[in-house]
């Protein structure tokens, strides 16, 4: 059974954390595919309208598709710009897709920020920027988190659900 886990949510919640330890516990055929890796580092361009991310998602949404049991696909994704995405998985994955999204309070990821080694490049100012509150996508039917979710609850929750729909 192909699976695809989405983790969507604003600069700094904790998508790739909790990605890479689904990655982790899944273990070897799961596939992870960052959105700011391959918009920043592959490909070295603008999340904007009409992201040129797409095309390059899709093929290794597809490749994941052919030659992993498990996809994880992770990032920011602005819903309005990223609505072409979303209804391409369904394609792909029809039902077989499991998506969180992280709500948190803008304030809540400054403080979740100045954790990163990175942080002096995230500025207040950049991260207001990039910040869209609410930023639901309802083609996924997204289960919400909150500040009070703990990484290690939320990959817990995600195991037994994936257990679950494993044994049928």
């Known amino acids: ?12 919640s904790g998508k790739t954390t909790l990605a890479k330890e689904l990655q982790r516990r899944f273990g070897r055929g799961t596939m992870r595919l960052s959105q700011d ?3 920043r580092e592959i490909l070295h361009v603008k999340d904007e309208p009409n992201p040129k991310s797409i095309p390059l998602l899709k ?6 598709h052919e030659n992993a049991e498990i996809v994880i696909l992770e990032g920011i994704m602005k819903a309005d ?14 039902d077989q897709i499991l998506s969180w999204y992280y709500d948190l309070p803008f304030e ?5 920020r100045d954790t990163k080694a990175n942080r002096d490049e995230l500025t207040d ?19 919400l988190l909150t500040a009070e979710d703990q990484v290690m609850d939320v990959a817990d929750r995600i195991e037994e ?3 679950t729909i494993r044994n049928g």
């Not at 093929?59 to 994941?64: A, K, S, V």
């Not at 100012?125 to 289960?143: F, G, I, R, S």
């Open 161 to 163: 659900m994936v257990r």
């Open 59 to 64: 093929r290794m949404l597809e490749y994941g």
């Open 125 to 143: 100012a950049k991260m207001h920027l990039w910040w869209t509150e609410h930023d639901y996508a309802p083609e996924w039917n997204e289960v």
């Open 81 to 94: 710009w990223y609505r072409e995405l979303f209804s391409y998985t369904r394609e792909l994955y029809g």
């Open 37 to 39: 890796v391959i918009r």
């Open 1 to 12: 059974m192909k699976l695809l886990i989405t983790i969507r949510g604003n600069s700094c």
């Open 108 to 112: 809540e990821t400054l403080s979740r």
